[in-house]
T-cell receptor, first 111, second 112 residues
Framework: LAKTTQPISMDSYEGQEVNITCSHNNIATNDYITWYQQFPSQGPRFIIQGYKTKVTNEVASLFIPADRKSSTLSLPRVSLSDTAVYYCLVGDFGGYQKVTFGTGTKLQVIP | NAGVTQTPKFQVLKTGQSMTLQCAQDMNHEYMSWYRQDPGMGLRLIHYSVGAGITDQGEVPNGYNVSRSTTEDFPLRLLSAAPSQTSVYFC???????????FGSGTRLTVV
C-alpha cells in the first residue's frame, strides 16, 4: 500500500472552508483514495472515496490532481461538530484487503 | 439497524486470561477486519478476512487468533491477555476491495 503523509493537526474557525492535503507519492495505478473521519470514542466513519479528478458528496469534496500524488479533502463551512481526526488511505487492496491507517490529521474547529 | 455490532463494549481482564471479542455484520459484506487503537495513535490492523473460511494476518497479529466460519461473524480471540493488549478494538466490514469500511463502535479492553 502507498505510504501517506498528512499534517498532524489543523485549526479552523467555524464557517470556514477547511482543506486537508494528503501526500501519496508512490500511489499505484489501481489505487483508490479514501478518507475517514473519527470522533473520540467512536470508530472511523467513511467520508469519501475517489480515483481521479474531483468527487463530491453531501459531506465533502475530494480533489485529486492529474498525477495523483496527492489529494485534498475539502470540508465546506465547518462547524464545531466537525472537530475530529481525519484519515487518508490509499490502496487497491489487490486480491485481499490489508488496509492500514496512519495517525491522521486532528482538526480542531474554533468558535 | 444494519451495521457492525461489537460486544462487549467494555471488558477488564487479568493477565493470562483469555476471551473472545465478538463482531457481527448484517450487510452481507465479504471483507472484515480487526484493528486496535492505542491512545493518540492511529489504527493498526490485527487480522482480516476476505470471506468465510479465509483469514490472514495484519500488522500486529501476535497474541490474537481469528476465524471466519460465516459471512456475518468474525470473532477475535485473545489467547493469554497481557497489559500490552490494553486498547480499543474496532471491527470493520466492507462490500468491496477498494475500501468503504463500516466500523463498529469498539470494545475498550483493559488488562490488569
Amino acid at each position: 500500500l502507498a505510504k501517506t503523509t498528512q499534517p498532524i493537526s489543523m485549526d479552523s474557525y467555524e464557517g470556514q472552508e477547511v482543506n486537508i492535503t494528503c501526500s501519496h507519492n508512490n500511489i499505484a495505478t489501481n489505487d483508490y483514495i479514501t478518507w475517514y473521519q473519527q470522533f473520540p470514542s467512536q470508530g472511523p466513519r467513511f467520508i469519501i472515496q475517489g480515483y481521479k479528478t474531483k468527487v463530491t458528496n453531501e459531506v465533502a469534496s475530494l480533489f485529486i490532481p492529474a498525477d495523483r500524488k496527492s489529494s485534498t479533502l475539502s470540508l465546506p463551512r465547518v462547524s464545531l461538530s466537525d472537530t475530529a481526526v481525519y484519515y487518508c488511505l490509499v490502496g487497491d487492496f489487490g486480491g485481499y484487503q490489508k488496509v492500514t491507517f496512519g495517525t491522521g490529521t486532528k482538526l480542531q474547529v474554533i468558535p | 439497524n444494519a451495521g457492525v455490532t461489537q460486544t462487549p463494549k467494555f471488558q477488564v481482564l487479568k493477565t493470562g486470561q483469555s476471551m473472545t471479542l465478538q463482531c457481527a455484520q448484517d450487510m452481507n459484506h465479504e471483507y472484515m477486519s480487526w484493528y486496535r487503537q492505542d491512545p493518540g495513535m492511529g489504527l493498526r490492523l490485527i487480522h482480516y478476512s476476505v470471506g468465510a473460511g479465509i483469514t490472514d494476518q495484519g500488522e500486529v497479529p501476535n497474541g490474537y487468533n481469528v476465524s471466519r466460519s460465516t459471512t456475518e461473524d468474525f470473532p477475535l480471540r485473545l489467547l493469554s491477555a497481557a497489559p500490552s493488549q490494553t486498547s480499543v478494538y474496532f471491527c470493520a466490514s466492507s462490500y468491496d476491495r477498494a475500501g468503504g469500511y463500516t466500523f463498529g463502535s469498539g470494545t475498550r479492553l483493559t488488562v490488569v
